[in-house]
């Protein structure tokens, strides 16, 4: 076994023998499996399976995102947190000194999210919706990251209102875009190309990174704030 | 800076944001994998009991009538005696034990029917009580039905009738955008006034209902109050003159 560094906190497990890679986050709460991931030590440190089928942001590595600003004590806003599967990797990867605000509006997927929040002290969740910034904006401070996974027909727009009022500026947002959730009539390479114009004035667009066969009609964006 | 004051706003929040809708959707989905594993247990029992007394089995072909016939003895000799049908069977011959296990399914069977009895009338007593007029146009189950569909009451109450009209019907719906022809009803096909209408009048008479239900889930959601009679017995005026003005004589 070889381990490999991506960016901070995520490595690649690189098994001799066999050409199989493993992506995975060095854990910063200890050796608890958070959904049932594959937990492996090496060298006296933990670290957790990051599964591409789970999560999006991991299927982007898997899809050939190499380097990204996300680094230790990192401040980050993620929207659409769900039941804290992703959210429990990026925890991992801003370390103990980061904070991670994590926004879910649905009560059946934020009750898991506070779970997780009891163990792991950098997960601050909000339950509200992230179409409302204002309701949320006095407990959120400026942010190095902004993570969306929201799948609604407006998720551009949600994006850029978030990103304008808590993202610093030359720093990077993620976007998953959801083809089928914005039209399913449509092309979805044409869909990617009209959402990236709406960005395009307030954002660099530095990647598009389609996630098949991880994810199914996602789309990953990787995008820096002017 | 610790997390623990939003861990525990978090938690206030989830807590005051549970609906009875919820407790309607997970009830809902509960009676729909009871009465799933009912059929399945059912008709793999009497797949098992074929092979013991094909002729019995072959006669008890419904659920309650094979549960009711089995509940006291499984043996070919009393159940003979029950059915009046010959004990001599072309069976395979199987052990005490494995009687044993079809006594046992049975009683577990009966269990279950019971389980999905209560689950019921859980339901329905819910649903009468806290949408009153949804429940008095549609009946309790289309109307739980409506709620697990739409997710909340208030979200329905928001919707136009005619996408109550063809609520469930999501696939048909999404379907019409390449053929041309788009859904006349979704769920809402399962209402009594709709099962009896005559099949030319189906989609007018949809449309009624739709739009009855539509003003029932708003006085629910927004008076709060119980005009149920009044409007159900406007929604059969509505629907009789549909009837009348398409020269079929109502029946009654």
């Given at each position: 076994?070889?381990?490999?560094?991506?960016?901070?906190?995520?490595?690649?497990?690189?098994?001799?023998?066999?050409?199989?890679?493993?992506?995975?986050?060095?854990?910063?709460?200890?050796?608890?499996?958070?959904?049932?991931?594959?937990?492996?030590?090496?060298?006296?440190?933990?670290?957790?399976?990051?599964?591409?089928?789970?999560?999006?942001?991991?299927?982007?590595?898997?899809?050939?995102?190499?380097?990204?600003?996300?680094?230790?004590?990192?401040?980050?806003?993620?929207?659409?947190?769900?039941?804290?599967?992703?959210?429990?990797?990026?925890?991992?990867?801003?370390?103990?000194?980061?904070?991670?605000?994590?926004?879910?509006?649905?009560?059946?997927?934020?009750?898991?999210?506070?779970?997780?929040?009891?163990?792991?002290?950098?997960?601050?969740?909000?339950?509200?919706?992230?179409?409302?910034?204002?309701?949320?904006?006095?407990?959120?401070?400026?942010?190095?990251?902004?993570?969306?996974?929201?799948?609604?027909?407006?998720?551009?727009?949600?994006?850029?209102?978030?990103?304008?009022?808590?993202?610093?500026?030359?720093?990077?947002?993620?976007?998953?875009?959801?083809?089928?959730?914005?039209?399913?009539?449509?092309?979805?390479?044409?869909?990617?190309?009209?959402?990236?114009?709406?960005?395009?004035?307030?954002?660099?667009?530095?990647?598009?990174?389609?996630?098949?066969?991880?994810?199914?009609?996602?789309?990953?964006?990787?995008?820096?704030?002017? | 800076?610790?997390?623990?004051?939003?861990?525990?706003?978090?938690?206030?929040?989830?807590?005051?944001?549970?609906?009875?809708?919820?407790?309607?959707?997970?009830?809902?989905?509960?009676?729909?994998?009871?009465?799933?594993?009912?059929?399945?247990?059912?008709?793999?029992?009497?797949?098992?009991?074929?092979?013991?007394?094909?002729?019995?089995?072959?006669?008890?072909?419904?659920?309650?009538?094979?549960?009711?016939?089995?509940?006291?003895?499984?043996?070919?000799?009393?159940?003979?005696?029950?059915?009046?049908?010959?004990?001599?069977?072309?069976?395979?011959?199987?052990?005490?034990?494995?009687?044993?296990?079809?006594?046992?399914s049975v009683n577990e069977a009966k269990n279950i029917a019971d389980l999905k009895k209560f689950v019921?009338?859980?339901?329905?007593?819910?649903?009468?009580?806290?949408?009153?007029?949804?429940?008095?146009?549609?009946?309790?189950?289309?109307?739980?039905?409506?709620?697990?569909?739409?997710?909340?009451?208030?979200?329905?109450?928001?919707?136009?009738?005619?996408?109550?009209?063809?609520?469930?019907?999501?696939?048909?719906?999404?379907?019409?955008?390449?053929?041309?022809?788009?859904?006349?009803?979704?769920?809402?096909?399962?209402?009594?006034?709709?099962?009896?209408?005559?099949?030319?009048?189906?989609?007018?008479?949809?449309?009624?209902?739709?739009?009855?239900?539509?003003?029932?889930?708003?006085?629910?959601?927004?008076?709060?109050?119980?005009?149920?009679?009044?409007?159900?017995?406007?929604?059969?005026?509505?629907?009789?003159?549909?009837?009348?003005?398409?020269?079929?004589?109502?029946?009654?």
């Amino acid at each position: 076994m070889e381990l490999k560094k991506e960016i901070d906190g995520v490595y690649w497990l690189l098994n001799d023998g066999k050409n199989k890679r493993t992506l995975v986050t060095q854990s910063a709460y200890g050796d608890a499996s958070v959904y049932g991931e594959k937990i492996f030590r090496y060298n006296n440190s933990i670290y957790r399976e990051w599964i591409p089928h789970r999560s999006k942001f991991a299927a982007a590595f898997y899809k050939g995102l190499t380097s990204i600003d996300l680094k230790n004590s990192y401040t980050v806003l993620y929207l659409g947190a769900s039941s804290g599967t992703t959210v429990s990797h990026v925890s991992d990867m801003i370390g103990t000194n980061g904070k991670v605000y994590a926004i879910e509006i649905a009560e059946e997927m934020a009750v898991n999210l506070v779970l997780l929040a009891n163990n792991r002290k950098n997960i601050f969740p909000i339950v509200n919706d992230a179409r409302k910034p204002l309701l949320y904006k006095s407990s959120v401070p400026k942010c190095d990251f902004l993570y969306q996974d929201v799948a609604q027909r407006d998720q551009t727009e949600i994006f850029i209102q978030n990103a304008d009022m808590f993202l610093k500026s030359g720093k990077i947002g993620v976007f998953a875009i959801k083809t089928r959730s914005i039209d399913v009539s449509v092309n979805p390479k044409e869909i990617i190309r009209n959402e990236t114009n709406k960005l395009r004035g307030k954002f660099d667009v530095l990647r598009s990174i389609d996630l098949y066969p991880y994810q199914k009609d996602h789309s990953l964006l990787i995008l820096r704030k002017k | 800076m610790d997390n623990s004051i939003f861990v525990e706003n978090a938690r206030k929040k989830i807590k005051e944001g549970w609906l009875v809708d919820d407790l309607i959707r997970k009830l809902v989905m509960l009676s729909d994998s009871i009465e799933k594993s009912e059929n399945t247990l059912f008709e793999q029992l009497n797949d098992l009991y074929f092979l013991y007394y094909p002729e019995a089995a072959n006669i008890l072909k419904d659920r309650d009538s094979f549960i009711t016939s089995l509940e006291g003895a499984c043996d070919r000799t009393s159940l003979g005696k029950l059915l009046g049908i010959s004990d001599d069977s072309m069976g395979y011959d199987v052990d005490e034990e494995d009687i044993q296990i079809v006594s046992m399914s049975v009683n577990e069977a009966k269990n279950i029917a019971d389980l999905k009895k209560f689950v019921d009338e859980r339901l329905y007593s819910l649903m009468g009580e806290k949408y009153p007029n949804l429940t008095g146009v549609l009946g309790p189950e289309l109307a739980a039905r409506m709620i697990y569909l739409g997710k909340k009451a208030s979200l329905l109450a928001l919707m136009t009738s005619s996408k109550l009209q063809v609520l469930g019907a999501e696939k048909a719906m999404f379907a019409a955008r390449r053929k041309k022809a788009t859904p006349k009803y979704g769920i809402i096909y399962n209402h009594d006034a709709l099962m009896e209408a005559p099949e030319g009048l189906k989609g007018k008479i949809a449309k009624i209902v739709a739009s009855y239900t539509s003003i029932a889930i708003k006085t629910d959601v927004f008076s709060k109050l119980d005009k149920s009679k009044e409007i159900k017995s406007k929604m059969i005026e509505a629907i009789k003159r549909v009837k009348n003005k398409n020269g079929i004589k109502k029946r009654d």
